[in-house]
Structure formats: C-alpha cells, structure tokens
C-alpha cells in the first residue's frame, strides 16, 4: 500500500463523510455569500467534495513522480472517481439541484465505458483513459462544485453557471462515451 493508493483510499472515504453533510439536513443555518444562500452543511460537503476531487490530481501526481504506479491503483483510481461522481450526482438528484435524466445519462456511459474497459481487459486488451475521458471528468466536478455551492460565487451577477456547467458536462461525457466506443469497436466486434 504506497501513498498514491493510501490517497486513493483517502478519496473512498471520504464518500460517506461527504454524503452525510450533503443528504443529513442538519439545522445549523446557512451562509450569505456574494447573493448566494448556502445551507451550511451544503457548504462542508462541497469543500469535501473539491477536496475528494483533488486527490485525484494528488494521487496520480506522486504515482508518476515517484514511479509508483501500481495494477491495484490503475484499479482504485477510476473506481474511486465513478463512486464519488456517483455518490455527489446522485445527491444532487435527491436534493432536486440535478435532473435526473441528465444524471442518468451520465452514468449510463460511465456504466458502458467500464463495460468496454472489462471486455478488452478479458481480451487482453488495455483502453487507456483519452483526453476527451479527463476533460470530461475536470467538467463533471467543476459542475458538481457549483451546484454544491448553489451556483456562488456566481450569484453575484445573477449567471446560471451550475446549469450550463451542467449542461457541459452532460453532452461532454455523452460524446466521450461515443468516442469510446467509435475508437474501440474492433474490440467488441473480436468479442463475438
């Protein structure tokens, strides 16, 4: 267990802290910034979020410096995003600040690119993560953020930013998963 699988674990977690502050509703009141109305506890569990979200950076940054690359970490790393994108979406949806059929839409391809992932790995095969893979998930959690953040600091100037991030992240993850799929299709067509 090296440290960018020990901050790998730290990330998983997290994910239970997180959806306590996010989904208890705790009464501790709420914060007024910049025009924005935040409940606090919805304040906590962004900052748990974005802080979950860097040790994705954190993690990944220190494998590569530190040659500590590890088949277990090319395993937790992906699992421990899709669990935290899908625990904070999720949420989201309960607490009626994300459409559900965005959400499902999102995790539907995260759903179908691990099912790619696992044919070509049962092949021998190995589908590395794309360009288009990262910067979807940059705009999954930029997105997430400020929703969690009830759209401040942008409230300030009255800007919908959480629903056009939202917005973003929903046809960016949809057209990366296509993507997927269009580059890798010999791999399902050898899977017959």
């Keep these: 267990m090296n440290l960018?699988?020990?901050?790998?674990?730290?990330?998983?977690?997290?994910?239970?802290i997180f959806m306590v502050f996010l989904l208890v509703p705790f009464e501790w009141g709420s914060l007024k910034?910049?025009?924005?109305?935040?409940?606090?506890?919805?304040?906590?569990a962004a900052l748990i979020f974005i802080i979950a979200s860097c040790t994705d950076w954190i993690d990944g940054y220190y494998a590569r410096k530190l040659n500590l690359v590890t088949n277990l970490g090319k395993f937790l790393d992906p699992l421990a995003d899709?669990?935290?994108?899908?625990?904070?979406?999720?949420?989201?949806?309960?607490?009626?600040l994300a459409p559900a059929w965005m959400v499902i839409l999102i995790l539907s391809r995260e759903f179908a690119v691990t099912g790619l992932r696992l044919i070509a790995a049962g092949d021998g095969d190995v589908i590395a993560a794309s360009k288009l893979g990262k910067l979807k998930t940059s705009i999954q959690i930029i997105a997430i953020s400020v929703l969690l953040l009830h759209n401040v600091p942008f409230t300030?100037?009255?800007?919908?930013?959480?629903?056009?991030?939202?917005?973003?992240?929903?046809?960016?993850?949809v057209y990366s998963g296509w993507d997927y799929f269009m580059k890798n299709k010999h791999i399902m067509l050898k899977s017959k």
């Design 4 to 16: 960018p699988n020990k901050i790998t674990i730290s990330r998983v977690i997290l994910i239970p």
């Design 82 to 96: 899709k669990l935290l994108i899908t625990a904070a979406l999720i949420g989201l949806v309960e607490l009626q």
């Design 156 to 173: 300030i100037v009255s800007f919908p930013f959480a629903d056009i991030a939202l917005w973003a992240a929903t046809i960016i993850t």
């Design 33 to 44: 910034i910049l025009n924005g109305d935040i409940p606090i506890h919805h304040f906590i």
